[in-house]
């Protein structure tokens, strides 16, 4: 009898206990779950292509440096004007073609003769560093005068470099170094060199 009585009491005892057990695992009490929310996605930046192959055409404007002997001054003047041409993306190397054209607003060149225009035929050679690409470029010039020398031929070289802002818009620099030797009269020869300063803009088709 008193074995029995313990037996029911322990049972009693033990039963809200194994009620809770019972209902912890079932869910009733277990602790609720935390709900992460997921990462944002960030889209990445849209990058300018690095081909260079393509047509281009856009304007500069800049300064110009003209020097000589003899009857030629040492002046100095706005230059502005367009250009066009075309690029073809070896790799590493850049090759290209274009031309020129700028108007001056420098007078007094020789005498009296004032520097109305300059057309360039220009070779370049240039390396893609991705967005950069820095150049060499050469070729022959003709400038145009108001003065005796209607026409005086020379030559250039000099460096130049382009930044690729988009895949359409690039923006520049060049810098070249002239020298006249022919003209319609002795009057320029061998004797007028000009240093050219210019900021470019230009559009890729």
Known sequence: MTTTFKFARTALLAAPFALAAGMTTAGGLAQPVETVAPAPIVAAPVMASTDWTGFYAGGQLGYADVTGSGTTADVDGAIYGVHGGYMYDL?????????????????????????????????????????FLPYVTGGVVRA?????????????YGLGVAYKYADNILFGGEVLQHKFYEGDTATLTDTLRATTATARVSYQF
Do not use: C, Q
């Open 144 to 156: 145009n005068t108001s003065g005796p020398d209607l026409e005086v031929d020379g030559d250039f």
């Open 91 to 131: 790799g590493s190397v850049v090759l290209g073609g274009e031309v020129d054209y700028d108007l001056s607003s420098i007078d007094n060149v020789a005498g009296t003769a004032d520097l109305d225009d300059i057309m360039r035929v220009k070779a370049r050679v240039g390396y893609d560093a991705g967005a």
